[in-house]
């Protein structure tokens, strides 16, 4: 019987992914004891009972001795149910077919060899100078050169990890392999390569201020923490770009994304709004390191292997009506509404009060979904790459005035420019916030700042209000003043409830109403619709509109307001 065939899904590695780090490789006391080091105690000063057990590779051949009924207390309740073990090892260490004694052992016989795979053993590395480690930095907060990677470079190991070593609840092993063949691509991995030809950049604390030609380009860690570069702005482009690439390609029924677990609800709506792919992505993380105690990020990776093979996501013409998806300790979250609440797992929420999560792997391993978002996405997105201009107007402070002037979108081969990722700020908005009586726009010179900030900045920017629940408004009429006078200086402002508001932000003429999104899912709707209609049209004194200026904003603001109600 031919097996059926099983899907190829590509592994996309992201920046800051706990679900692609481990704990440090801590030097074993086996391996202290080995070079006369002092042994390494429990916290408490009380001697440690075991080493740490770390997946490693055997260099040759070994033969082993495992003492029968040893793998569960229980075994030896029902000897007579089990087979005779292949031998004995006696007082000696000697192993003989035949018993010799009543205190030899019975024992199985096994030959452990290099292509089996990873087996967990003690972790034998010292330090250059004989000093056992203790961390992932020679010395405490050591620079770069001093400091090994606990991230992992792409999703080969990790997967190959959790192949091997993760059992399933038949207690079998291969719980992706059986499932998928899975590519590895690094897109914006959480840890690189700094030598080879050429050598990967990352963050050099050694360099005093840490100057932009001493920060990570190539790859983002968290940790060590003095070592840690989240990736900056114009990355998304390349993360757009790359993803865009790798599913254009027909090579993949899917894909899976692995991301820092506070930023992964932020790219999976990104995903949704500018891939253009029929196929399924995937989105994970976690909240503690791979291999550490109860790490959920297993589980998590698997589960997206069997949402992608069960196709529930496939429309009758095998396109995903689903979107993008955050699959987390078994549910489904769609892209728009997925929020990271709290850092334990189980820590994800649905937010907007109106579904979320589509469906469940269930504790068989089943894939349910029982509902389907009606918001536009990938393939059907508005947003996508290909629907993107080449370029766009966008409003800077020049000599005269606020202007407007032509920025690149994307590049001549279509690909997005790094230069053209919108500056979008979030405004948060409280009771209390006027400086005095009598809301005086004068005195509100941290807003008036920003404002201009932005139009220094000679690029695609916006805002975001965070305001009153749901419906957006600002209490301050003086801040709000200055919001409408950043809309007639060309930037757009979108407003929405703080938190997580289940209700929908308002309409207004000229600001746009940002449904029930987060003010983080509103940023990014924002920036995607900033490089598709570019900046609002400019007024020539922006505190004080003409009514013709007013109407052309105001027809502008209705081009992305439909975009904002249907994404």
């Known amino acids: 019987m031919t097996a059926p065939k099983k899907p190829r899904i590509a592994h996309l590695a992201g920046p800051t992914a706990t679900i692609q780090n481990t704990p440090p490789l801590v030097t074993s006391n086996k391996a202290r004891a080995q070079r006369g080091l002092p042994p390494r105690d429990n916290p408490d000063g009380s001697p440690a009972k075991f080493d740490a057990l770390r997946g490693q590779r055997l260099a040759a051949p070994a033969k082993v001795y495992v003492e029968q009924f040893s793998a569960h207390p229980l075994e030896g309740d029902r000897a007579e149910l089990y087979g005779p073990p292949d031998g004995y090892v006696g007082a000696d260490g000697v192993f003989r077919k035949q018993r010799a004694s009543e205190a030899d052992k019975p024992v199985y016989e096994v030959e452990l060899r290099p292509e089996d795979g990873l087996y967990p053993l003690p972790y034998m590395a010292v330090q250059a100078d004989g000093s056992p480690w203790e961390e992932e930095c020679a010395t405490p907060d050591a620079p770069a050169a001093r400091a090994r990677q606990g991230f992992f470079p792409d999703g080969s190991r990790p997967f190959e990890e959790i192949d091997r070593f993760g059992v399933d609840h038949h207690g079998v092993a291969n719980s992706l392999s059986s499932i998928a063949d899975i590519d590895f691509h690094r897109v914006a991995p959480p840890a690189g390569f700094t030598r080879g030809l050429p050598a990967e950049k990352r963050r050099d604390a050694g360099a005093g201020d840490i100057a932009p030609e001493n920060y990570g380009r190539d790859f983002f860690p968290y940790n060590p923490r003095h070592l840690g570069v989240p990736p900056p702005r114009p990355m998304l482009a390349k993360i757009t770009n790359d993803v865009q690439r790798v599913l254009a390609s027909g090579d993949y029924d899917g894909a899976i994304w692995t991301q820092g677990s506070p930023q992964v609800e932020e790219v999976a709506y990104w995903f949704n709004l500018l891939i253009d792919t029929r196929a399924p992505i995937c989105c994970n993380a976690a909240q503690r390191p791979h291999g550490m105690i109860s790490n959920d990020g297993p589980k998590n990776i698997v589960d997206s292997a069997r949402w992608i093979a069960a196709r529930l996501w496939a429309d009758e013409e095998g396109r995903n009506r689903c979107g993008v998806v955050v699959i987390q300790e078994q549910q489904v979250f769609a892209a728009r509404e997925v929020a990271k609440a709290d850092a334990r797992p189980g820590g994800y929420v649905a937010t907007g009060g109106h579904g979320g999560i589509l469906g469940q792997i269930t ?59 919108p500056s979008v700020s979030i405004v948060k908005d409280g009771g209390f916030a006027a400086i005095d009586f009598g809301e005086d726009p004068a005195l509100e010179g941290d807003l008036t700042a920003l404002i201009e900030h932005k139009l220094a900045q000679g690029r695609l920017t916006g805002f975001v209000i965070e305001g009153l629940t749901p419906y957006g408004n600002m209490t301050s009429q003086a801040r709000l003043r200055l919001m409408m006078s950043a809309v007639f200086s060309g930037l757009p402002v979108a407003r929405v409830g703080r938190g997580a508001p289940e209700g929908f932000a308002d309409p207004h003429p000229l600001l746009i109403a940002g449904s029930n999104l987060t003010a983080t899912k509103a940023r990014l709707l924002l920036m995607a619709c900033l490089m598709k209609f570019g900046s609002l049209p400019v007024a020539k004194d922006p505190r004080n509109p003409t009514q013709a200026e007013r109407e052309a904003t105001m027809a502008a603001v209705r081009a992305y307001q439909a975009v904002f109600d249907t994404h």
């Open 363 to 421: 504790h068989m391993d089943i894939a349910k979904l029982t509902f389907v978002p009606t918001c536009k996405h990938t393939w059907r997105s508005d947003l996508t790459l290909a629907k993107l201009p080449a370029r766009v107007l966008a409003a800077r402070r020049g000599p005269g005035g606020v202007e407007t002037f032509e920025i690149a979108v994307k590049d001549a081969a279509g690909a997005l420019a790094g230069e053209a990722i």
